[in-house]
């Protein structure tokens, strides 16, 4: 292909706006079209090929990690690994862009909370990606609250714990969320919108472990009113 038509190409190529200019170089849209089926052909061969793999190794990973996060004393091994198998941290790292390196940031964000390591729990949860899921996702924003909650960033705190509650609407993740949220504006003295939040629980969740004690959150809140 000569100089001239690598040039028009590209300029086709960066026009894609341009109807009228596809129209008049037919060479030009099979040139395009053939170039997005490669792309489209190289993209899932990478998906096949090396994504997928890493995927399931990965996978064979992080259980190991998974057993020593809900012990205490071995959070570190959770963390860091044991020698044996990898932790969080290096899961997270050599296995990118598969499903076990972005839990693995959620369990990474949660471990560090809970060592007081917050400038690390963040940069964790801001490493996981939004799966769709209906739990996961808002536990992960809600965690962020949690981390600023424990800063005394209450204002924060609230926005994330808002966003964790609308996220999703469920019975587990929403009042726990809306729970979180009341406190914080107690904490900033917004006793009005802490009722408020507080009422939204006794109506919208009268089933959810929040609702059982709501009353009692409610009434705190209105004596400040």
């Known amino acids: 292909m000569s100089k001239n038509q690598n040039q028009n190409n590209a300029g086709q190529a960066n026009k894609p706006s341009q109807g009228s200019s596809f129209q008049d170089n037919q060479k030009s849209i099979t040139f395009i079209v053939g170039g997005i089926f490669v792309l489209i052909i190289l993209y899932f061969g990478y998906q096949k090929l090396y994504l997928q793999p890493r995927a399931e190794k990965a996978a064979n990973e992080i259980f190991k990690a998974e057993e020593y996060a809900t012990i205490d004393s071995l959070q570190n091994r959770a963390i860091e690994g044991d020698g044996s198998f990898l932790g969080f941290k290096e899961i997270a790292d ?4 598969t499903k076990s390196a972005n839990i693995a940031n959620a369990y990474l964000g949660g471990l560090y909370l809970r060592q007081g390591k917050y400038n690390e729990a963040i940069e964790a949860l801001e490493n996981y990606s939004a799966t769709g899921s209906a739990v996961l996702d808002p536990l992960v ?8 909650s424990e800063l005394k960033d209450y204002k924060k705190a609230a926005s994330f714990y808002k966003e964790a509650a609308d996220k999703s609407t469920n019975s587990y ?12 504006y107690e904490a900033q003295n917004e006793f009005k919108q802490a009722a408020d939040t507080y009422r939204k629980i006794k109506l919208d969740f009268p089933e959810s472990q ?16």
Request: proline share 2%; glycine share 10%; no cysteine.
């Open 173 to 184: 993740t929403t009042p726990l969320f809306l729970k979180k949220l009341g406190l914080v």
């Open 94 to 97: 050599e296995y990118s862009n």
């Open 141 to 148: 924003i809600g965690l962020k609250g949690d981390v600023y």
């Open 210 to 225: 929040e609702a059982a004690m709501i009353d009692a959150l409610i009434g705190r809140a209105q004596a400040h009113l």
